[in-house]
């Protein structure tokens, strides 16, 4: 059996680098790591931590097609974060401007979540409590 010992990174390729760079930075909080221009792709990575871990890769790229995620497409559903409190968490991104879902109850857990999307309409998953 492989040996897996964790997920090391998420890679999100984004239509306007500039406007995802503020919105995973300036709105979720998330720490530039290394930004690097790739001149023979024309493209940017941008290396993202969440609390001094390792986290995303953002690219750029000239023209990159839309991916369908409504109705719900095969693939990769969405990205879900823990948070402890949801409802400051739901009025930080509403004061921004940031539409949310209304919040759900896990039936499993019991734990609340909500879900909104980044500027590409990537769906994003609020889930309060510590991870399972």
Do not use: C, W
């Amino acid at each position: 059996m492989l040996q897996l010992t964790a997920v090391h990174h998420i890679a999100i390729i984004v239509s306007d680098y500039e406007i995802s760079k503020r919105f995973y930075t300036e709105t979720l909080g998330f720490s530039v790591l290394g930004e690097h221009y790739r001149a023979e792709r024309k493209s940017y990575k941008l290396d993202l931590a969440l609390n001094g871990q390792y986290l995303i890769e953002l690219f750029s790229f000239p023209t990159p097609p839309v991916r369908p995620s409504r109705p719900e497409a095969v693939g990769l559903r969405h990205l879900a974060f823990s948070v402890s409190d949801l409802d400051a968490a739901i009025n930080h991104l509403n004061q921004q401007g940031i539409q949310t879902e209304p919040v759900r109850t896990d039936e499993h857990t019991g734990r609340r979540f909500t879900f909104f999307a980044d500027p590409d309409g990537l769906p994003l998953e609020l889930y309060e409590g510590a991870v399972v």
